[in-house]
């Protein structure tokens, strides 16, 4: 579980959830929220804000509607549900790339750019997260692609950019066609399903820290190889405390300017994007890390992170190794089951033999 309390981009709460302690592994993501807010209520903090994915998939069962769930357990309390704009963004993109491939939507391709630029602007103009004037704002873009920058709704009346003139208003604004064309392609705008998702869109923070943090847990932990609970857990630990202390400023050259490079990701459809060159990762040297969030008192300058932790158990050994061990044996006895073990079980020489008569068949088969 990823959030923000006192610092910015930071991770506070971890939770690894074994698909085998849940009735399948589709459970698995909300048992982990699940538990990071319980941790939260009993340090007595109270969660303001939630971002996240947009799950309004339907599931099979209800209870696993991320949406649902915090609505009816969270809203209550005062807590705010956001949705990330990217992801957003991301689905709509794919519907109009759909839409376009049909001839009497193939002028909507040519605004596809502005239509998804124009769902970050409506979360990012409006700060405090209005739900009406955000939807007033994406609304308005039937209108403004169709070179009408006047609307009739009291929350947004009228395009916030200035009057168009020169090359600004030399564009193919679409026109009005037939009422087959009209609800092809303003249905993609105007479905009552992003529109919910529009008055939910998160105003100022998004979960691209959140992204990033995963794929930093495939440095500790590659899906390739097979580790166990405690294995895994050890490393989803060690992944979060890295991410803590990586704080790196961007790369400078000789003469101070910044070092930057181009790339080409394949969701922008060949269009280049700009990032900076970060520095090297120093593992903690020469920053702050925070060795408990709920006691400010333990905050501590540290020379490395890593040394830290390796002087740490080098002196929780030296001083009491029964203790150690004790505290290791407790971690294990709450682990749960391999997943292996949870499956039928037969004698191996039973298996052989099976295995054997499968090919047997096979090569007469042949």
């Given amino acids: 579980m990823f959030g923000h309390l006192w610092w910015p981009n930071k991770v506070v709460d971890v ?25 939260l209520r009993r340090q007595d903090l109270h969660l303001s804000t939630l971002i996240t ?12 509607n991320i949406a649902k769930w915090v609505r009816e357990e969270l809203c209550p309390e005062g807590t705010r549900h956001y949705f990330d704009v990217w992801h957003i963004g991301k689905s709509l993109g794919k519907a109009l790339d759909t839409a376009s491939k049909d001839r009497q939507c193939d002028q909507l391709m040519l605004w596809r750019p ?11 103009s409006t700060p405090d997260g209005n739900p009406a004037v955000m939807e ?13 920058h ?9 395009c916030a950019h200035a009057p168009l003139e020169g090359d600004q208003h030399d564009k193919e604004w679409l026109e009005l066609g037939t009422a087959q064309w009209q609800q092809q392609n303003w249905s993609i705008i105007t479905r009552t399903s992003l529109l919910k998702d529009v008055r939910q869109l998160s105003p100022q923070h998004q979960t691209f820290s959140l992204e990033a943090y995963h794929s930093l847990i495939l440095h500790f932990a590659p899906k390739h190889t097979g580790f166990s ?14 991410y803590n202390n990586s704080n790196r400023e961007t790369a400078q050259r ?8 181009v790339r080409y990701p394949r969701f922008r459809k060949r269009a280049f994007v700009v990032r900076p060159i970060k520095e090297k990762a120093s593992y903690g040297k020469q920053c702050h890390a925070v060795l408990s969030y709920f006691d400010m008192a333990h905050e501590a300058s540290v020379i490395s992170y890593a040394t830290s932790l390796m002087e740490a158990l080098r002196e929780s050994y030296t001083n009491s190794p029964k203790a ?11 682990a749960p089951a391999p997943i292996a073990k949870t499956f039928t079980q037969i004698p191996k020489e039973e298996a052989v033999s099976l295995h054997l008569a499968q090919q047997s068949r096979f090569n007469k088969a042949n």
């Fill in 324 to 334: 150690l061990q004790e505290v290791g044996a407790n971690l294990s006895a709450s």
């Fill in 254 to 261: 000789s003469d101070g300017t910044e070092k930057n490079c």
């Fill in 150 to 158: 006047d609307h009739d709704t009291p929350a947004f009346s009228s």
């Fill in 136 to 148: 007033a704002k994406w609304r308005s873009l039937v209108n403004h692609i169709q070179d009408i």
């Fill in 15 to 39: 939770q690894h959830v074994q698909s085998s302690e849940v009735p399948n592994s589709t459970w698995c993501e909300i048992e982990g929220l699940k538990r990071s807010i319980s941790l």
């Fill in 229 to 242: 609970y405690l294995g895994i857990y050890s490393r989803l630990l060690l992944a979060a405390i890295h």
């Fill in 53 to 64: 994915d947009r799950h309004r998939q339907a599931f099979t069962i209800k209870m696993l």
């Fill in 114 to 124: 502005a239509i998804v630029n124009h769902l970050y602007w409506t979360a990012a």
